[in-house]
């Protein structure tokens, strides 16, 4: 296509859907609605405003605004303009934030006051920004007030190109520390095709995202997108009752959500007998269980749909699976060392199981595939894959591998194909745990586990040198269940089957530390560090 702008996209829907609802935000009393027309409006002032201020094509901006019409406005409003959007999530601490803002060297800070006071307490990440803007009462003193800045003459869209940068995103840092993707305007054109191909979602349908960004996927869908009453940093922590209200008042149709607010939300609708009148629920951020597919059933309409899209920050979505299938045919296997299937490959994507290789991989003739069942490294090409890290040459050089004219990318996975052409997750490619009997694959481990009905979760960790790491396994466990008992158990569990039958080792963990985004993805690294401390101090009652 000649311009490529995705911020165009809103422009397009607005002149089809005019005054129809885009947008539904929670109020101190009621709600707000924004149409289409007032969305579209309001993203070309807020362009006017930052040309205004002396932004524009390629300025680096970081947005630090809640969910909410501004956050939706404005990224359309810096595509709009042609500037890089930067959006990192600020629940994952302060000393990533501050790293990560230091890495992408911003050239312009749009945030709430809170914020931008944060910019000064803190101001060496933030020594690029040549300008701050104020979103919110900042009484003068936090930089210009985006309220107060004089609209330009409105004119056309920056013309981007397919290849043109237009933000860049976090990854969680679920295996080190988080890194910024390039998102170009052109994956954002491919996502939202396949999000619109695949899922069905579209003009009429009603969206209640719990990750922020797939609220702007809804309004360019033509949905329309409802902004729950929640933190959408702590989402383990999510309050049911708020989340399911607008749910019910607004009659959503489809939401997407990390397997940590499904869990709670469908745990207090059948507690409290409540059906939702969702049809579509979207889970990711982590390996989804069947029990929860399961429990999320009872709770929509019988013709409701469950889907588990799998991808990474890097490259979403790339394979997908329904939860009829999960449960039917996938789930009974998760619970014998199979690991997790997350579908199969979604249109025009191509997944391939390469043998497994440290370092970098110069080109793909230098890869080597594997047969189906055989287990190897994850590697992905497609119009949703990105090019590259920001400003991180040596981390783009170990996920990319050159093909051609084109490239492909190393997802961080393990895992393998079975012979119906469905892909198998068996666990981050750093949480493999390398013994001397050969290396053992978390998830394939710990769904064995995670079927006695006294453990919550686990997690399998190697302690020692790779090549001679003893196998250690550490669960959180049911409150009331007694730990000498249950690690007898996991014992007997673990001889029954060859997978497991080398592990000997057995902790009870007061509470795994997780990503702050999905609040499912397990450190593991953190948890290896934990049992060798208690390793080197063990007594009898650890559990050995």
Known sequence: MDDCNIAAVLGRVAAERGDEAALVVKKRRGYRRYSFRELNFNRQDFAARLICAGIGSGDRVMLMVRPSMEFICLTFALFSIGAVVILIDPGMGYRNLLRCIQSVKPDILIGIPK?????RLFPRPFATVRKRICVGRGFGVLGESL??????????????ATDD??????????????????????IFHAQLHLIKEYYGIGPGEVDQPAFPLFALFSTALGACAVIPDMDPSRPAKVNPQRFIRSLMDEKVTYSFGSPAIWNVVSRYCLDKR??????????????????????????????????????????????????????????????????????????????????????????????RELDSGEIGEIVVKGPVVTRAYDHNPAETQMAKITDGDSFRHRMGDMGYFDTSGRLWFCGRKAHVVH?????????????IF?????????????????????????????????????????????????LTRSIATFFVHP???????????????KLALWAEKKLQGHSCRDGL
Request: aromatic share 4%; hydrophobic share 40%; glycine share 12%.
């Open 274 to 367: 409540i059906t939702l009148p969702v049809k579509k629920i979207l889970m990711a951020g982590a390996p989804v269980p069947g029990e929860l597919v399961e429990r999320l059933a009872k709770i929509i309409p019988t013709d409701g749909e469950i889907h588990t899209p799998y991808g990474a920050t890097e490259s979403l979505p790339i394979a997908s699976i329904n939860g009829r299938e999960i449960v039917r045919d996938c789930w009974p296997l998760t619970g014998r060392g199979r690991g997790v299937c997350v579908g199969r490959p979604l249109p025009d994507i191509t997944i391939t199981i390469i043998r497994p290789v440290e370092g970098p991989i110069g080109d793909w003739q230098q890869a």
């Open 147 to 160: 309220a107060v800045l004089k609209p330009a003459m409105k004119g056309q869209d920056f013309a981007a």
């Open 511 to 525: 509470g795994f530390p997780v990503d702050i985004r999905h609040n499912a993805k397990i450190f593991r690294e």
């Open 115 to 119: 914020a931008v006071l944060f910019s």
């Open 450 to 498: 995670n079927t006695h009905p006294q453990v919550v979760r686990s997690a399998l960790v190697g302690v020692g040198e790779a090549g001679a790491q003893k196998p250690v396994l550490l669960v959180e466990k049911v409150a009331g269940m007694d730990e000498s008992t249950l690690i007898s158990q996991l014992r007997d569990l673990a001889g029954q089957h060859e």
């Open 435 to 447: 013994t001397a009997d050969g290396p053992m694959y978390s998830i394939c481990c710990e769904g």
């Open 165 to 186: 940068l237009a933000a860049i995103i976090f990854t969680t840092g679920s295996t080190g520390p988080p890194k910024g993707v390039q998102y170009t305007h052109g």
